[in-house]
């Protein structure tokens, strides 16, 4: 869902080319390859993965040939092509056993397969790029994806719309991310010659049991069940990390203008359909 958002925000003085999967499949080389030669591209902003972290649970196979060999792949095209990476990663390569905000050179330790097979694609870089800048940003809890929007706040959205009730964890805390906000984000670190590994999220800490009540008071439904659990009681396929906080001060110290996830959901919710009576 974040590809929309990079497209919305593309600044005009940059040509963006957005090849759909059945033209670009990542786990093909030659396919990329041809892309390559086809536009010629300076810059790749590589977002393709396999992003369901329970699916990947599921296919460990699958998660891996797409989100770190794919990833290989697409480094060793852009490598040999002399463009520049950006590769969006995951607050998922950590453990969550922090007590604080993870900061970039905080060590990497998954708990599931999609971390690990995102961390992978992480090493893969470290490895293709040995002497070349290459830009990694990693980033948490996204939202934004309109109509395409298939994650957390569109799932609560559509629980509140048909007033059913929602168990929502009370202990995993991330730093929920606007794509938008994500995609500026990643414009000025390109425009700046940035390279290395970047945090980026929107500012805040939350659980996901208080990013519910955030979303109901946005959409100004009063009345709904909220049932904060732990998330062993929600019987997911994959083991999450407690917390996915991302510090994002190294870039605001260039001079991004960050702001809190909670102004970011609002802007976003303004613009969305809802049609529950909002009583
Ligand atoms: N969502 C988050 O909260 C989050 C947080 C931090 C970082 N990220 C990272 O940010 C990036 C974008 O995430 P997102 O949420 O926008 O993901 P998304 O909505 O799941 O989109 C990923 C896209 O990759 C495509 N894809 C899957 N396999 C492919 C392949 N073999 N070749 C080419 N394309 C393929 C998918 O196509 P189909 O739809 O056809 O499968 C989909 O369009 C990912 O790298 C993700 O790991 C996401």
């Not at 963006?16 to 093909?28: Q, R």
Request: aromatic share 10%.
């Amino acid at each position: 869902m974040a590809a929309s958002a990079f497209i919305k925000e593309c600044p005009p003085d940059i040509k963006l080319i957005a090849p759909p999967e059945n033209i670009l499949d990542v786990t093909d080389k030659t396919r990329i390859q041809d892309v390559f030669d086809k536009y010629q591209p300076r810059v790749v902003i590589h977002l393709a993965a396999l992003t369901d972290v329970d699916y990947c649970e599921e296919h460990p196979s699958e998660a891996l040939l797409v989100n770190a060999k794919g990833t290989l792949n697409v480094g060793q095209v852009c490598k040999q092509n002399n463009a520049f990476m950006v590769y969006l990663s995951t607050g998922s390569i950590f453990n969550g056993e922090s007590k604080e905000p993870y900061f970039e050179d905080a060590k990497p330790a998954p708990v599931n397969i999609y971390g690990h097979s995102k961390y992978q694609g992480e090493l893969c870089l470290r490895t293709v790029f040995r002497n070349s800048p290459y830009l990694i940003v990693r980033s948490c809890w996204f939202f934004g994806g309109d109509e395409k929007d298939k994650k957390f706040v569109q799932q609560i959205k559509e629980k509140l719309e048909k007033k059913l009730p929602i168990y929502a964890a009370k202990d995993l805390r991330g730093t929920p991310t606007y794509t938008r906000d994500l995609a500026k984000a990643v414009y000025y670190m390109l425009s700046r010659s940035l390279d290395g590994v970047y945090h980026f999220a929107n500012q805040g800490v939350v659980s996901r049991s208080e990013m519910v009540q955030v979303i109901a008071d946005n959409l100004r439904v009063s009345r709904y069940e909220l049932i904060p659990v732990n998330s062993y009681d929600l019987n997911l396929l994959a083991p999450r990390p407690s917390l996915e906080a991302l510090n994002c001060r190294k870039l605001e110290k260039t001079g991004f203008d960050n702001r809190p996830w909670t102004d970011a959901l609002k802007e976003y919710l303004g613009n969305c359909q809802f049609s529950q009576n909002k009583t």
